[in-house]
C-alpha cells in the first residue's frame, strides 16, 4: 500500500511538471486580459495561461531583452498594433500559423502569411465639444481657419495609434501631408496621448480634437458634453493584433489561443469588452454606427513601418517634438 501511494504521489507530480501552460504577453488592460485568459482556460481546461501585462512600448522593451538574453518568455503576443508585428514578422521572431478563422475576416485586417491577425477595430475619428460653433463632417473640415487654435491631438512621438493615424491620412491621396500643413497651419496642438486629448476637448479647452473611438463613445454615455464623428474620407485603425513567437515552447497550445480570440466566441468577448470586433459579421457596441457604416482607409503595415522614423521626423518639424 505504502509502494502504491509512493507511486501515484510521483505521478500527481510528473503531472503537474509537464502541465500544458501556455504564456502570453499582453498590453490589453488588466481587466480585459483576465477576462480574456479566464474565457481562453475555461474553452481549453487543460491549458493553464501564464501572462504578462504592459503598454506595447515596455513590453516590447522587456522582451527584446529577454531576446538579446537567449531567453525569450512568451509563446504568444496579443498587442497593439500591426505594425509592431510587421518589425517582429521582418525580423523572424514570428512563427506563421493559418487560423482556420481567418477566412471569416478582411484580408487587410492579418499578415499573407500567417504572422499576425488582428482581433478588433479601435478607429481614429473626429470628437467634438457640443458647445462648438460648428460640427465637422470631414477631415477637411479640420482645415477651416475658423477653427483656428481650437483643435488637439495625440502626438504621434507618443502613441502608437497616432503614429499608424499619420501613416494612413498622409498616406491618403486626398490628404497626404498637405493635410498636416494645413493643420500646423491652423495651429493644430499636438501633444501626449489619446487621452489628454479627449480631456482637452471634453472641458472645452480645445473643442474638436482627434482620438480612439471608444474614449469619445463611452464617456458621451456617461454624460461627458461630446460628439464623435467617423469622418467621411474613413478612418484609421489600430487592431491588437495576436500572433506566435518564432521561439514558442507550447505551439499547439498559442495556436489554439490564436483560434479562440479570432472565434465567434473570442470575438464576442471583444463586443462585449466595448470594442468593434475585426470579425466579419460580429456587430458594434452600443453607440456605435453600423459596421457598414465605418469606413477604413487604406493602411499597410509594411509601408508604415518603412517611413516610420521619417514620418516621427517630419511631424515634428512642423508640430514641435512633444
Known sequence: MKTF????????????????????????????????????????PGTEVEWVRDGTTKLMARLRAEIEAGNPQPDVLLIADMVTLEGMAQDGLLTAYQSPQAADYDAALYSADGYYHSTKLITTGIVYNTGAAKAPASWADLKDASLKGQIAMPSPLYSGAALIH????TGDETLGWDFYNDLASNEA???????????????????YGMVVDFLAIRNKAKG???????????????????????????????????D???????????????????????????????????????????????????????????????
Open 224 to 258: 461627458s458634453p461630446v460628439e464623435f464623428v467617423f469622418p467621411e474620407e474613413g478612418v484609421s485603425y489600430v487592431t491588437e493584433p495576436v500572433a506566435i513567437m518564432s521561439s514558442a515552447k507550447n505551439v499547439e497550445g498559442a495556436q489554439k489561443f490564436v
Open 189 to 207: 496642438r499636438a501633444k501626449g496621448g489619446n487621452g489628454g486629448t479627449f480631456k482637452a476637448v471634453a472641458a472645452g479647452e480645445k473643442p
Open 5 to 44: 501511494l509512493t507511486a501515484a504521489a510521483f505521478a500527481c507530480i510528473a503531472s503537474a511538471s509537464f502541465a500544458d501552460t501556455l504564456t502570453l504577453y499582453t498590453s490589453q488592460p488588466n481587466a480585459d486580459a483576465q477576462k480574456t485568459v479566464d474565457a481562453f482556460m475555461a474553452a481549453n
Open 166 to 169: 499619420l501613416a494612413t491620412l
Open 260 to 322: 479562440f480570440v479570432l472565434s465567434q466566441e473570442g470575438q464576442d468577448l471583444v463586443l462585449d469588452m466595448g470594442y468593434i470586433p475585426a470579425r466579419n459579421g460580429a456587430g458594434v457596441p452600443e453607440g456605435f454606427p453600423a459596421r457598414e457604416n465605418i469606413k477604413l482607409m487604406a493602411f499597410d503595415p509594411a509601408v508604415a513601418l518603412q517611413n516610420a522614423e521619417a514620418n516621427k521626423a517630419k511631424f515634428a518639424e512642423l508640430f514641435g517634438a512633444n
